[in-house]
């Protein structure tokens, strides 16, 4: 198998892209944890990045974890679902590293409600008051909008005064039978309330399921509803919905056509992990920069001037264009050519999503308490080198390292667009997009 795996590995620089593409899904198939490194330097290709980011959504395997939050945000729905999926298989793992990027303001907030669904947990209520059966369509004999008196008695579709019962889940995922409960039948519906107590007012998931319609109220508005038929799942859809301090009153009516007839409703708990918060309204957004530089063409020479501004954005310093410039970073020379506009934009707004083959951050923890973080540049039997952010750089003995790791998230400073206006970034981006020109050999 390992020789099967050097040997798909070596295909993944075949000049033939249909080569390379094969052998990325082959190397996703065989699940080996030696194919991990080539599989996310294949998804910094453009070419390869869409299968090569599937093939990482079979592992779970930490360093494939920036590669997958990136295909978050990917423009399929399958490859997003898969890359959600393994994220949630890595919850662990990923959550850190996700904390990382919002504290760098990494973090696109358009990630930030499939982020929810993947770490918010869902409580599921478990308790009910149930009233029933009604003919299938009937509405709310009962104000939706206010608590309701349990001592109530109501008339049922065959005429009989019926009262509230009360029901227990019979799983520990929150599923309700009302087979069980009223005895089944078909083409009849039943209605259900349950409190929900909150500390404060935020946001929340609501995460329901069925067999067969569910129409869901949450104090006293219409929140969901499906009029089809379907299998019970616990999880059919997942919704925002806003909780109110104090008591939150939910109300469904299940219907059944025929065959089972369950509901579940379970409510995300409030969260925990720091990326999982909604940014203050005046916080700075990287979306609203990137959807301003794509729209709007920048000015070239105001955009170099930026930055190569060495008590500005001093990019200078690391980064080097046609022979000019620091060796931390990638040398930019040619940029333009080899990614687009789209592209340059995110590496600048999420560095961390991308960190190019060769400038991984290494972080060195020293005996005497230092914690050191840089691009290697030297690795010897006695001492190891690194070049920080401020290209400095920094020769540290061996014997004096306790911990030695390859960082998460970019040496590239964080938050840089936000010192900018949304048209001085849109400048930066048209010089970057202009540096055509391939670097001399």
Request: hydrophobic share 40%.
């Amino acid at each position: 198998m390992a020789g099967t795996n050097a040997r798909l590995v070596a295909l993944l620089g075949d000049p033939n892209l249909d080569v390379r593409k094969s052998a990325i899904a082959a190397l996703g198939k065989l699940e080996t944890p030696e194919a991990v490194p080539a599989l996310v330097k294949a998804a910094e290709d453009d070419a390869t990045q869409f299968e090569a980011t599937l093939a990482l959504s079979r592992f779970v395997d930490p360093r494939g974890i920036r590669v997958l939050i990136r295909g978050l945000g990917s423009k399929n729905a399958d490859l997003r679902k898969a890359c959600a999926e393994a994220l949630g298989r890595m919850r662990a793992d990923a959550a850190p590293v996700l904390d990382r990027l919002h504290e760098r303001k990494e973090l696109s907030p358009s990630l930030l409600p499939e982020l929810t669904r993947i770490f918010a947990s869902a409580q599921p209520i478990m308790s009910w008051r149930l009233i029933g059966p009604f003919a299938k369509n009937a509405g709310p004999p009962f104000a939706v909008d206010r608590p309701i008196d349990p001592s109530a008695m109501f008339t049922n579709k065959k005429e009989k005064s019926i009262p509230w019962k009360e029901a227990k889940a019979i799983d520990a995922e929150g599923q309700i039978d009302l087979g069980r409960v009223f005895g089944g039948g078909d083409d009849q519906s039943a209605f259900g309330v349950a409190e929900v107590l909150s500390p404060d007012s935020r946001s929340a998931q609501l995460v329901v399921g069925s067999d067969d319609t569910l129409k869901v109220w949450l104090n006293g508005k219409v929140v969901y509803q499906f009029d089809g038929d379907r299998g019970f799942s616990h999880e059919h859809a997942r919704f925002d919905v806003t909780l109110r301090e104090g008591a939150n009153q939910v109300v469904i009516r299940c219907a059944n056509s025929g065959g089972g007839w369950q509901f579940a409703v379970a409510i995300s708990r409030p969260a925990t992990h720091t990326f999982l918060k909604a940014p203050a309204p005046d916080a700075f957004n990287p979306d609203t920069y990137r959807d301003f530089a794509l729209k709007t063409p920048g000015d070239t020479a105001k955009g170099q001037a930026l930055f190569a501004d060495p008590k500005g954005l001093a990019c200078l310093k690391c980064h080097a264009v046609a022979g000019q410039g620091g060796t931390v970073g990638p040398d930019l020379t040619g940029i333009g050519a080899r990614y687009g506009k789209a592209e340059l934009i995110d590496s600048v707004l999420y560095p961390s999503a991308k960190i190019f083959s060769g400038y991984e951050p290494v972080v060195l923890a020293t005996s005497d308490g230092r914690v050191l973080t840089g691009i290697l540049k030297a690795d010897t039997p006695e001492f190891v080198e690194i070049e920080d952010a401020e290209a400095k750089r920094v020769k540290v003995p061996k014997d004096q390292i306790e911990e030695r790791k390859v960082s998460d998230v970019s040496i590239m400073p964080n938050g840089l667009a936000e010192g900018l206006t949304p048209r001085d970034f849109a400048d930066l981006m048209a010089y970057l997009e202009a540096l055509k020109d391939q670097p001399k050999k």
